[in-house]
C-alpha cells in the first residue's frame, strides 16, 4: 500500500516538474495565443548561377566606381575638319577637224564609198537568147541604181523570165554594192550575162 502511494507521488512530481519546465521556457506574452509548433522549413541555398551572376555583376560595379573615380573627365573636343584639296580641272584640248582636200571646197574625184561619182556602162554580153547590157549610176561612192540598156526580148517567153528577173538583179547589186549576185531561177544566162556586164562597169568606175 506504502508503494502504490509512493509509486503515484513520484508520478505527480515528475508531472508537476514537466509543466513548470514548459511553462519555464515560454518567452511570449499571454496576450498573443499559444505558439503552434510547424515543422522546421528547409532552407533553399541559392544555385550556383544565382550566385556567380551576384558575384559578377558586384565585381563589374566596384570596377566601373574605380574607373570613374580613377579616369579624370576630358573636355571631347570636335573633329578637325581637314583642308579641303584644290583639284585644277585638266584643260580640255579639242582637236580641229582635218579638212578633206577630196570633199567639199572642190569638186569630188570620189564619193565616200568605193567608187566614183557617175553613170558607167558595162559590155554588151552574149545570154544566149539575146545580149545583155547595163548601165551602173555611182552615187556617193555607192552603186545608186543598174540600168537595163539591153536584154533578151525578141521572143515573148524570154520578155515575160526578164519582167521579174532584172528588177530582182538590180536589188541584190545595190544591196550588195557590187556584181557577185545570185543567179534568178529560170533566168540563168540573163543572169550571168548581168555579172559579166556589171562588172565591166564597176571596173570603170573604179579606175
Known sequence: MKKGVLYI????????????????GLSVPTVLPPRIATAPTATVPPSPSTNSRTALQEILLRLSQNIARSTPEQPISPPSTPNPIAINPAPVTTTPPVSNPMMGGGTPMMGQGQYRDGQYT??????????????????????????????????????????????????????????????????????????????????????
Open 122 to 207: 558595162g559590155d554588151s554580153t552574149y545570154a544566149y537568147y539575146g545580149n545583155v547590157q547595163v548601165k551602173a549610176i555611182i552615187q556617193s561612192g555607192k552603186i545608186a541604181d543598174v540600168q537595163f540598156l539591153d536584154y533578151p526580148q525578141d521572143r515573148s517567153n524570154s520578155r515575160m523570165i526578164n519582167s521579174y528577173a532584172m528588177p530582182l538583179l538590180t536589188q541584190e547589186a545595190i544591196q550588195v554594192q557590187n556584181a557577185n549576185v545570185d543567179a534568178v531561177s529560170g533566168a540563168t544566162f540573163t543572169s550571168q550575162a548581168f555579172v559579166q556586164s556589171l562588172g565591166a562597169a564597176l571596173v570603170q568606175a573604179k579606175n
Open 9 to 24: 507521488g513520484v508520478i505527480a512530481l515528475y508531472a508537476v516538474y514537466v509543466v513548470y519546465h514548459n511553462m519555464a
